[in-house]
């Protein structure tokens, strides 16, 4: 099925357009017997054995970072829920995603995100590099692991040489296909999970006036139906914009110089062509205009990394001013 440019979604994809929070958000805060004492946020979410599984960024600010630019130490820790929105989180950090004094990413990791492709899940991350100097994306790389039970761990080391990595769960003409990067989205492919090649052409660009208009960055593996592959992505207006929609958010609780203001959008490619863009949003579907979403170890970032379908509904789990996760579901 053909598609002109357009900001409408198909009718497999048309529950997008009505996510809700969920009332009882945030769903996960900050818990000083924990590995997340000070933070909690950008989980990966999956199903297993009829439970959501969350795979957590956590950080605990009683934990010194090597250097000023590794500004914290992010572990991963384990969430887990029977009905999607209630969960009870394990105290210690998942110990292989918890770097030790010999590990090289003593900045911790970042940002995980789970697909299920065949009896195994992929886990995309992030490693932040020891580094006093140098651009971002070279403190962090994109990484993967592989598992068939969430437990043990098979280290696929640096795929790609950016972070935010979502990964299809299907080859589409013999090729698995990764969106990653968080400036402007671009596309990877590989045959076998291990080895990806690079395409010249950006995938997704920013958009000025838009409210991605610094960044766009994936949040959870594509969704695949016979009227495209939808991919969710978080974008941010950038500090021009961000004080404006800031105060539109939050006219009485403005901090004096807000300077990123994150939201979720989507984006829609050609089922047999995953460069082809074919329809965008105009609007964001989820922004930051409640207070536990403005304010925290970062302001205004409502930042998605997880996606389930769960006891009929697909839930969005997503972290909160860096520092909390909130959910919002379609039936």
Known sequence: MEFSMTSLLPKSFEWVARLKKYEGNPILRPNANSCAKDAVFNPAATVKDGKVHMLCRCIDFSREAATKNNWSVSTFGWATSEDGFNFTMSPEPVPEFNPGPDSPFQGGFEDP????????????YTGVYR??????NVMTPGLAALSKDLVHWEFLGEILPSRAIAVTPEKINGKYW?????WCLRLAWSEDLRTWHLLDEPALTQRPGKVDECLCESVAAPLISDDGILLLYNGDAGERRAEELARTASPHYLPLHPKMFYSIGWALFDRNDPTRLIARCNEPVIVPDHLYEFYGVADFPCFASGLVEFKGKHILYYGCADMRISAAYAE
């Open 113 to 124: 995100r789970l697909v299920k492709i065949g009896d195994e899940w992929l886990l995309t």
């Open 131 to 136: 580094e006093p100097s140098g651009r971002f």
């Open 178 to 182: 990764a969106y990653y990067d968080n």
